[in-house]
């Protein structure tokens, strides 16, 4: 079983910056593809940013450019910088780990963040 803690979401002003923490814990044997994904209110939870046990990265294309998402293998950590946010980006964020057992791989959630982006 693997536990996942996420923190720094909040309330920022449009074009300001957050960073998100997702923290893995828990019987890990080896955590491969990791990512963020966000849901706003009446609509359907979308890819923000994945990234590989290499450091391999994709973006949506909404957040290009603007966000960064980089890992911690050794802490088993996710980040994702934020920056120059619109009230767009507004949404529940969670992290997502997908988790080799040495047999087969399972995925985990987060229990989500909220990020509000309003003046």
């Known amino acids: 079983q693997v536990q996942l803690v996420e923190s720094g979401g909040g309330l920022v002003q449009p074009g300001g910056s957050l960073r998100l923490s997702c923290a893995a814990s828990?019987?890990?044997?080896?955590?491969?593809?990791m990512g963020w994904y966000r849901q706003a209110p009446g609509k359907q939870r979308e890819l923000v940013a994945g990234?590989?046990?290499?450091?391999?990265?994709n973006y949506a294309d909404s957040v290009m450019g603007r966000f960064s998402i980089s890992r911690d293998n050794a802490k088993n950590t996710l980040y994702l910088q934020m920056n120059s946010l619109k009230p767009e980006d507004t949404a529940t964020y969670y992290c997502?780990?997908?988790?080799?057992?040495?047999?087969?791989?399972?995925?985990?959630w987060g229990q989500g963040t909220q990020v509000t982006v309003s003046s």
């Open positions: 997502k780990v997908r988790h080799w057992n040495g047999r087969y791989d399972y995925d985990y």
């Open positions: 828990g019987n890990i044997f080896r955590i491969n593809d």
């Open positions: 990234i590989t046990r290499g450091g391999r990265t």
